[in-house]
């Protein structure tokens, strides 16, 4: 668990940005929160004299004994962030991990803290099912669909079952203090193989026809949700959702779908893409992602909850698209087998230091709540300023403005939570700590760094401790 004992004008500090915040605000900004203010100070880990474990409800400094010098110090009380976040927005509280960062004890130790929901970064996409076999299929095998037998590639569980089985041991010990899974992601043209597109899975062969495709798509969706989430399967009691389609929507604004020439400067004939869909190929319309949506809702467990996850989400032309999307989804929706059924909207949250603005964050919002009700925040992480250079002056001045961007976006979020129509069920950062960040390389994938200035993104800096940004989620207001 992470608790330390911090001493002098550090600890003051520490615990005076734990308990701000309480003070109430006048409304009628952008980011102003409703009446009234709510405190997760109750909400600590501090260590007893003896060293061991021990709850504060009260809120007060602790005292314990220095470890070296055995004198009395001041301990800093580090809030439980989803202790806190399930008090002030009554919403989980998750972060991403890939297989490496879950077998960093640091990284497990803050997940197992602070987190009650986890999503994989990269081992439950299609490429990571195929082995990262994404220049040949590794193999083939027969599968019964419908009554008709058909070829499909061999998939690969094991990442994920690492990862699952890691989780489960752990709620397996813990029973109140469980950690879930959401899916990610069935449908996504980034890290799809191209070679699952074409005849005999062989991406030298002409693509397949929309008919075979269709049964591919039901095939997998099938195959994975049965897999992980089937009354069978041994992972089905840690899957609270799944997010059954990606980024499908188009970033430019004169069409609502990602296209097969989203980017002309990239082949289709690459082995995976970073903007082009060879999904939209296929089909040449959005028929892929309403039956991806039937699918899912005809082999997914009732209370499993299905979503759309995009990014560029507050920009005001993909925004309408989103909704677009999301109108024609809902209208089909139906019985299993026969309909669609979707839960949620994911706002995935790659945002800056700059952009967006919280008046376009609070819009975009409202939007997708007049849709399905329902919205995430799904990959949350802030990019840093364009002046940031690593430097130590330039982090402590940074840290201090990230914390209160964040401050200010989770202020919006909580006021829109307090409205009747509105539910903000889940808030996951894309990380844990700075390091592992994906931002640190660039990417021509969505939301990633075009460039290679150093980042700050996350609640945990270098050295697995809590960043000042970390305070803005343990409460509400400003400070």
């Not at 007060?60 to 004994?65: E, R």
């Not at 058909?150 to 990862?163: F, G, H, K, N, T």
């Not at 007049?370 to 992480?381: L, N, P």
């Not at 989770?410 to 844990?432: A, P, V």
């Amino acid at each position: 668990m992470i608790r330390r004992k911090v001493k002098g004008v550090l600890a003051v500090l520490l615990a005076s940005a734990v308990l701000a915040g309480c003070g109430k605000q006048p409304g009628g900004s952008e980011s102003a929160v409703g009446s009234g203010t709510e405190d997760a100070s109750s909400y600590v880990q501090t260590l007893s004299p003896s060293g061991e474990t021990t709850e504060s409800a009260t809120g007060d400094t602790a005292k314990g004994s220095d470890a070296v010098t055995g004198s009395d110090t001041e301990v800093a009380e580090v809030p439980v962030l989803k202790d806190a976040v399930m008090d002030i927005m009554g919403c989980r509280i998750g972060c991403a991990a890939t297989e490496m960062e879950l077998n960093d004890e640091k990284v497990w130790e803050i997940i197992t803290t602070h987190f009650n929901a986890i999503t994989f970064g990269n081992e439950l996409k299609p490429d990571a099912m195929v082995g990262y076999s994404v220049g040949v299929c590794p193999g083939t095998e027969e599968a019964e669909l419908n009554g008709e037998t058909i070829l499909v590639p061999r998939l690969d569980y094991s990442r994920a079952e690492r990862m699952l089985d890691k989780i489960y041991d752990w709620n397996a010990a813990h029973p109140e203090d469980k950690i879930m899974v959401k899916g990610h992601v069935l449908v996504w043209h980034a890290q799809t193989p191209e070679w699952f597109f074409h005849e005999e899975y062989d991406k030298t062969k002409p693509y397949v026809d929309k008919d075979t495709m269709n049964k591919r798509l039901e095939w997998y969706i099938r195959t994975m949700l049965t897999h992980f989430t089937g009354e069978d399967s041994k992972y089905k009691d840690l899957f609270y959702g799944w997010d059954v389609v990606n980024e499908a929507c188009s970033d430019n604004p004169s069409r609502v779908y990602r296209s097969d020439a989203e980017n002309p400067g990239e082949s289709l004939s690459e082995d995976r893409h970073g903007s082009n869909s060879s999904w939209w190929h296929v089909y040449q319309s959005n028929e892929y992602i309403i039956n991806a949506f039937i699918y899912a809702n005809k082999y997914a467990p009732a209370d499993l909850e299905l979503y759309y996850n995009d990014y560029n989400e507050c920009v005001s032309s993909k925004v309408m698209h989103i909704v677009e999307l999301l109108t024609e989804i809902k209208s089909r929706e139906g019985e299993p087998g026969v309909g669609t059924r979707i839960t949620a909207m994911g706002m995935q949250g790659h945002y800056s230091m700059e952009s967006p603005q919280f008046v376009d964050v609070e819009w975009a919002i409202k939007r997708y709540a007049e849709v399905v009700g329902t919205v995430q925040i799904s990959e949350f992480d802030m990019k840093a300023s364009q002046s940031y250079d690593g430097s130590d002056e330039a982090k402590e001045k940074e840290y201090i403005a990230q914390k209160g961007r964040y401050r200010m976006l989770y202020n919006t979020m909580h006021k829109l939570n307090q409205e009747e129509d509105i539910n903000i069920s889940s808030i996951t950062f894309w990380g844990t700590v700075d390091h592992y960040s994906w931002l640190q390389s660039s990417s021509n994938v969505g939301g990633g760094s075009t460039s290679n200035l150093p980042q700050c993104p996350l609640l945990f800096d270098d050295k697995y401790q809590e960043k000042p940004a970390f305070y803005a989620f343990t409460s509400i207001g400003f400070n």
